[in-house]
């Protein structure tokens, strides 16, 4: 019986959640624990608030930014007038080109001397030191491409001024020697390469001339004329070829035609004729057994003529002998005039023929030596198209370069007048009034939510993490017994004394310090 009536155990997370405490509760137990820690937390909320204050006046500075605007402007005249002969040296990134010239030893050196550094004679380490935090206290910006924007932070207005002043002024003075000393380097520069190619030309075309007096066939155009003569002469060749066959084939009809006919010509018996021609035909056979062999069908042709007329012959003499007559004398013959034409024609033919011959062998011979001139201007063509190649290259960029030379001429000059780029002060700077950054009020704004936030977050800490028992709700969760009553704490008479006199105590210390506060933002005002 009594065991039924224990209350059953319960499992972790009924327990955690039993221990959370609802938003009511926190809020109440929130307000009785400040109540009671009510100096404490007005203490902590006068610290921050002072210390906050002593941080903004003492351990912060108050920095003053100066800031000057250059304007970089091309010539709108100028340049139209001489564009493609100058060339302006002017640069693309200005703000980089700025930090360059800003945070250079030389303009940091006579930064050190306006600024009054200086004066102080430091030592090489402070120095460095001084112009690496110039360094940082200065920024360079281009809110356009053609503005230059400078800013210096320092505690100094005056000094923020004057450093400020002097950096735009340096930047204008740097960038136009800098302009003057580019562009006549690049001038001495190219006038050198002139000099030194003008040499390289003249040595190219005294190679080439040397060459060409050593070498006749080197001349220009010479293998133009070779390839002509080639073609004229072989066509000499070829037609004194075709000449020489018609003459030869001319030569055999003639000499055909002679077989045919007798040297002489009378009335004379057929005995003495058959003689005349086998007399013929035997010299006839004589002259070409000196050039064929007994082969030859004409060679074969005059023995079967020779044959046939000894046959005839033998028939004559059977003939004469049986008749009984007697032979005519043989000074009743006289000469063939159409075997003299014949033989007449065949030597002229032959003359003709040995003429064109003659002729031929002379234009094969020069047909010869001009593909041997063509053999050495091919050889020496590499040679003279290397020599060539090489003074056409160097006449090239020698006649560049004397543009170009004339082109920077022409900028250098610009740039010693000031004429090509013009660098003035658009904004210039002014002494700064009020200090940049974290304002005083700032300051203070965040010192008092420090103050209000640091000891309630230390309240709720104590509250949320504290094991003791603050609610007579967590007495019945806790033990699962049923609460019978609570009963009121009743203060004595001495500690509402003392908790009135720790409220005023606390009020005093808060009032102190919107007192602090106020006298000294009044100052401030007052100094203003």
């Given at each position: 019986?009594?065991?039924?009536?224990?209350?059953?155990?319960?499992?972790?997370?009924?327990?955690?959640?039993?221990?959370?405490?609802?938003?009511?509760?926190?809020?109440?137990?929130?307000?009785?624990?400040?109540?009671?820690?009510?100096?404490?937390?007005?203490?902590?909320?006068?610290?921050?608030?002072?210390?906050?204050?002593?941080?903004?006046?003492?351990?912060?500075?108050?920095?003053?930014?100066?800031?000057?605007?250059?304007?970089?402007?091309?010539?709108?005249?100028?340049?139209?007038?001489?564009?493609?002969?100058?060339?302006?040296?002017?640069?693309?990134?200005?703000?980089?080109?700025?930090?360059?010239?800003?945070?250079?030893?030389?303009?940091?050196?006579?930064?050190?001397?306006?600024g009054g550094w200086s004066s102080r004679n430091p030592g090489p380490i402070e120095r460095d030191r001084l112009m690496e935090d110039i360094r940082k206290a200065t920024m360079i910006t281009a809110p356009r491409p053609d503005l230059v924007q400078i800013d210096y932070r320092d505690t100094d207005p005056e000094r923020a001024w004057r450093v400020t002043e002097a950096f735009g002024s340096l930047f204008i003075e740097e960038t136009l020697?800098?302009?003057?000393?580019?562009?006549?380097?690049?001038?001495?520069?190219?006038?050198?390469?002139?000099?030194?190619?003008?040499?390289?030309?003249?040595?190219?075309?005294?190679?080439?001339?040397?060459?060409?007096?050593?070498?006749?066939?080197?001349?220009?155009?010479?293998?133009?004329?070779?390839?002509?003569?080639?073609?004229?002469?072989?066509?000499?060749?070829?037609?004194?070829?075709?000449?020489?066959?018609?003459?030869?084939?001319?030569?055999?009809?003639?000499?055909?035609?002679?077989?045919?006919?007798?040297?002489?010509?009378?009335?004379?018996?057929?005995?003495?004729?058959?003689?005349?021609?086998?007399?013929?035909?035997?010299?006839?056979?004589?002259?070409?057994?000196?050039?064929?062999?007994?082969?030859?069908?004409?060679?074969?042709?005059?023995?079967?003529?020779?044959?046939?007329?000894?046959?005839?012959?033998?028939?004559?003499?059977?003939?004469?002998?049986?008749?009984?007559?007697?032979?005519?004398?043989?000074?009743?013959?006289?000469?063939?005039?159409?075997?003299?034409?014949?033989?007449?024609?065949?030597?002229?033919?032959?003359?003709?023929?040995?003429?064109?011959?003659?002729?031929?062998?002379?234009?094969?011979?020069?047909?010869?030596?001009?593909?041997?001139?063509?053999?050495?201007?091919?050889?020496?063509?590499?040679?003279?198209?290397?020599?060539?190649?090489?003074?056409?290259?160097?006449?090239?960029?020698?006649?560049?370069?004397?543009?170009?030379?004339?082109?920077?001429?022409?900028?250098?000059?610009?740039?010693?007048?000031?004429?090509?780029?013009?660098?003035?002060?658009?904004?210039?700077?002014?002494?700064?009034?009020?200090?940049?950054?974290?304002?005083?009020?700032?300051?203070?704004?965040?010192?008092?939510?420090?103050?209000?936030?640091?000891?309630?977050?230390?309240?709720?800490?104590?509250?949320?993490?504290?094991?003791?028992?603050?609610?007579?709700?967590?007495?019945?969760?806790?033990?699962?017994?049923?609460?019978?009553?609570?009963?009121?704490?009743?203060?004595?008479?001495?500690?509402?004394?003392?908790?009135?006199?720790?409220?005023?105590?606390?009020?005093?210390?808060?009032?102190?310090?919107?007192?602090?506060?106020?006298?000294?933002?009044?100052?401030?005002?007052?100094?203003?």
């Amino acid at each position: 019986m009594a065991a039924s009536n224990l209350p059953a155990p319960r499992t972790s997370a009924q327990a955690r959640k039993a221990e959370e405490m609802q938003p009511d509760e926190l809020l109440l137990i929130l307000y009785k624990e400040a109540r009671k820690r009510i100096v404490a937390i007005a203490g902590t909320f006068a610290v921050v608030t002072l210390l906050t204050l002593v941080v903004g006046m003492v351990i912060i500075p108050r920095n003053y930014t100066a800031s000057t605007t250059i304007l970089a402007q091309d010539s709108d005249i100028i340049q139209p007038l001489l564009e493609g002969r100058a060339v302006p040296t002017g640069v693309a990134d200005r703000a980089g080109h700025a930090r360059q010239i800003a945070y250079s030893r030389r303009v940091l050196e006579q930064i050190l001397d306006i600024g009054g550094w200086s004066s102080r004679n430091p030592g090489p380490i402070e120095r460095d030191r001084l112009m690496e935090d110039i360094r940082k206290a200065t920024m360079i910006t281009a809110p356009r491409p053609d503005l230059v924007q400078i800013d210096y932070r320092d505690t100094d207005p005056e000094r923020a001024w004057r450093v400020t002043e002097a950096f735009g002024s340096l930047f204008i003075e740097e960038t136009l020697a800098a302009k003057e000393r580019e562009s006549r380097e690049a001038y001495e520069f190219i006038d050198k390469q002139v000099q030194d190619y003008h040499a390289k030309l003249l040595d190219a075309e005294r190679n080439l001339q040397d060459y060409r007096s050593r070498n006749a066939d080197a001349q220009p155009g010479s293998a133009v004329d070779v390839n002509s003569r080639i073609s004229s002469l072989r066509t000499q060749v070829e037609q004194a070829r075709m000449t020489l066959l018609e003459q030869e084939s001319r030569d055999g009809a003639i000499a055909s035609q002679l077989t045919g006919e007798s040297a002489v010509s009378a009335v004379q018996t057929r005995e003495n004729l058959y003689r005349t021609q086998m007399i013929e035909l035997r010299a006839e056979l004589d002259r070409l057994m000196l050039t064929y062999t007994e082969r030859h069908p004409d060679v074969v042709r005059i023995r079967h003529q020779l044959e046939d007329l000894q046959r005839s012959l033998a028939t004559e003499q059977q003939r004469r002998a049986q008749s009984g007559t007697s032979a005519i004398s043989s000074e009743e013959a006289q000469l063939n005039p159409l075997y003299n034409e014949l033989r007449s024609q065949q030597a002229q033919a032959r003359r003709e023929a040995a003429a064109t011959r003659s002729r031929m062998g002379i234009a094969q011979s020069l047909l010869n030596e001009e593909l041997d001139r063509s053999r050495r201007i091919a050889a020496s063509e590499s040679a003279l198209a290397e020599l060539t190649r090489d003074y056409e290259v160097n006449r090239e960029i020698y006649q560049d370069l004397l543009r170009r030379r004339e082109n920077a001429r022409v900028s250098m000059g610009l740039d010693q007048e000031n004429r090509g780029l013009t660098l003035r002060i658009q904004d210039p700077a002014t002494m700064p009034l009020r200090p940049s950054g974290l304002r005083f009020m700032h300051i203070a704004a965040a010192g008092f939510a420090l103050a209000i936030a640091l000891p309630l977050g230390l309240l709720f800490l104590l509250v949320r993490f504290d094991p003791r028992v603050r609610a007579p709700r967590q007495i019945v969760q806790k033990t699962g017994y049923a609460l019978l009553t609570v009963i009121p704490a009743y203060p004595t008479p001495r500690e509402r004394r003392r908790q009135t006199f720790k409220l005023a105590m606390s009020a005093a210390m808060v009032c102190g310090v919107f007192l602090v506060y106020g006298l000294l933002f009044a100052f401030k005002l007052s100094n203003a």
